[in-house]
């Protein structure tokens, strides 16, 4: 019986296509080349034994902070220094929906000759109203509590911790859709999106524990705006947009219109 | 693994959010990028240099071209898979040039395999009682790395990226400026040097655990 040489077991193992047929038969009658296969195995098992030492923790920032400095300056918003590590999680939490965007993508997917087209635009738009959905959700739910929280009697500071950090991750997942939806012409969107950027920053640039006055005044400028009001309505639009598939306002003024009138 | 497929689009399409920006003018947009992509590229790094200052400078000078270059980028593929490429070309140029200014005190490499073949660690039995057996696996890290280092830095890279970045042929093909059927002769080579150099050793652990026989 001829062996197979050691070049061939390597791709094998490598997931080569040509004489994989072949190769597996003479390996399913052949100890010698099995065993051979095992000890090729062996060096990679152990070439996984060599660990990378952890840059630590706070590596992504130490990076960035380095390489700022050496980029070419280019326009810079009103937030610019705000950002902090925790864009990270923050990104985490956008790519973990943009996942679940996808296999709504998936099962909204009309039937028909006309469904085999893919269209890219409407499959990132789809992406986009299930990402943003979620950052309204979530949004909505931090209002919610600072605003119906009360100040617990006899306590002098109001712990607003939690919902701070939260809204700090928040903001800046706030920024991207705003922008992107300028750009994919949704003026309303972006609109609100401002608005509610504000609101969370405010929230955001607050310290983790406030007097009941310091409280008292943060719940009101969140009411004053009407941002909790007109958050929950956006995303009602895209929740129906998500379900009907409707095209974005751009190309529907008549949503536009409504939104508007919210 | 439909799901890795899923969560590898939806970073793609996030991050081409973060591209798109960027090249609008919103540098911190790029911020997004470099902290998402910076760990993996510093284990690509440290993987391919052997060393913590050597793979930091490759994550800088990776984002800097990557900068530079964004327009040029623009979307046709996905952004960590460019960045990757980015960084396994400057890291092999590094290592070329470092190889080059180091020449002088390295020792050549068949002795250094010789003397690798010769340990005594590769008689340790793999039934060993624990301590020994945690003596024996940042012995074979160490024996792990000596081998590393003797391969040329496109057998290095060869077998970083497709061991460990599970990278295609074809682009370490492209990161090595050779073509395919080359390729798989340097993958094939740093296989055997690797093998030579740690076999008695990894056939004292791992293979014989896999095989249930000694070698």
Known sequence: ?262 | MNEIAERLGAEAVSDAIAVERTLAGDREAYRVLVERHSRNLYRLAHRMTGNAQDAEEVVQEAFLRAYQKLRQFAGNANFGTWVYRIAANYAIDRMRQRGSEDAHRQQPDGPREEGLQVDPVADVPDRAPSPERLAQSAQLAARMKEALDALTPAERTAIVMRHWQGCAIEEIAAVLKSNSNATKNTVFRAVTKLRKALEPFAAGSAAARAMGTES
């Open chain 1, 1 to 262: 019986m001829k062996h197979v040489t050691e070049e061939q077991l390597v791709a094998y193992r490598d997931g080569e296509p040509e004489g994989r047929e072949a190769i597996t038969a003479h390996l399913r009658e052949c100890p010698t080349c099995r065993e051979e296969l095992l000890r090729i195995e062996a060096v990679f098992t152990a070439l996984d034994a060599m660990p990378v030492p952890d840059p630590g923790e706070d590596y992504e920032r130490r990076v960035w902070q380095r390489l700022a400095p050496k980029l070419p300056e280019k326009q810079s918003g009103w937030w610019g220094g705000f950002f902090e590590p925790r864009r990270l999680m923050a990104l985490g939490a956008v790519a973990a929906m943009v996942v679940a965007a996808f296999l709504l993508g998936r099962n909204f997917r009309p039937a028909g000759p006309a469904a085999g087209v893919a269209d890219a635009g409407k499959i990132r738009e789809r992406v986009l109203v299930v990402v943003v959905g979620d950052h309204l959700g979530r949004s909505e739910m931090v209002l919610m509590e600072l605003t119906n929280a009360e100040p617990k009697k006899g306590r002098k500071l109001v712990d607003i911790s939690s919902e701070r950090k939260r809204a700090e991750n928040l903001v800046e997942e706030n920024r991207l859709y705003r922008q992107t939806a300028l750009q994919e012409g949704d003026a309303a969107m972006a609109s609100t999106l401002e608005e509610l950027e504000r609101v969370l920053l405010d929230i955001a640039n607050s310290p983790d524990e406030v007097t009941p006055a310091q409280f008292e005044s943060l719940q009101k400028r969140i009411e004053s705006k009407g941002i909790l009001f007109k958050v929950r309505v956006i995303n009602q639009d895209l929740r129906a947009r998500q379900k009907t598939g409707t095209p974005s306002p751009d190309r529907n003024n008549a949503g536009v219109k409504e939104r508007n009138k919210a």
